[in-house]
T-cell receptor, first 113, second 113 residues
């Protein structure tokens, strides 16, 4: 299930199923988007990125989709494994300052064995 | 192991103490960042250094003082902190070319008594 509000949004999936994590962004000037995975006690780890001139990019077991019309980003994880349990953040980079990276609120993914 | 090394991993200090957090990277990245992260929240940008010069200060209180002694090192000097400053402090580095992801350390867990 999924919950929002004061708590971190959560997503629970069965091992082996596909996961979809969503992210909305508000700045139409953003032109570079990144997904990070953060495990407990560690720093965020780069997963995959996408530039605004693309609408889809695939990596190993992960796919990022970008819909600029509705300012929506998603991360799809195929055949989810217990090691995928973590908090996932989307982040965006604005054209006005490539140094400034803004993080979304994050989604906690729990994989049920 | 991450390519960005942060020390110490944990730090407990009183409100009158002076301490420093250290960050080191040897990837040749010329942009370095400090973030503050509270539990179940995304990283919040504090400072950005680009080519050893402070380029972004997100209105951080003066009790936090960043320093970039050279292109591989980033320090965060702490003085007269408040209990609400207790958090995970993350360092990141990035190539200064556009559209490049950040590389994060595993952070320093700071507790203010």
């Amino acid at each position: 299930g999924e919950s929002v509000g004061l708590h971190l949004p959560t997503l629970s999936v069965q091992e082996g199923d596909n996961s979809i994590i969503n992210c909305a962004y508000s700045n139409s000037a953003s032109d570079y988007f990144i997904w990070y995975k953060q495990e407990s006690g560690k720093g965020p780890q780069f997963i995959i990125d996408i530039r605004s001139n693309m609408d889809k990019r695939q990596g190993q077991r992960v796919t990022v989709l970008l819909n600029k019309t509705v300012k929506h980003l998603s991360l799809q994880i195929a055949a989810t494994q217990p090691g995928d349990s973590a908090v996932y953040f989307c982040a965006e980079n604005t054209k006005t300052s490539y140094d400034k990276v803004i993080f979304g609120p994050g989604t906690s993914l729990s994989v049920i064995p | 192991d991450t390519e960005v090394t942060q020390t110490p991993k944990h730090l407990v200090m009183g409100m009158t103490n002076k301490k420093s957090l250290k960050c080191e990277q040897h990837m040749g990245h010329r942009a370095m960042y400090w973030y503050k992260q509270k539990a179940k929240k995304p990283p919040e940008l504090m400072f950005v250094y680009s080519y050893e010069k402070l380029s972004i200060n997100e209105s951080v209180p003066s009790r936090f003082s960043p320093e970039c002694p050279n292109s591989s090192l980033l320090n965060l000097h702490l003085h007269a902190l408040q209990p609400e400053d207790s958090a995970l402090y993350l360092c990141a580095s990035r190539e200064t070319l556009s559209n490049q992801p950040q590389h994060f350390g595993d952070g320093t867990r700071l507790s203010i008594l």
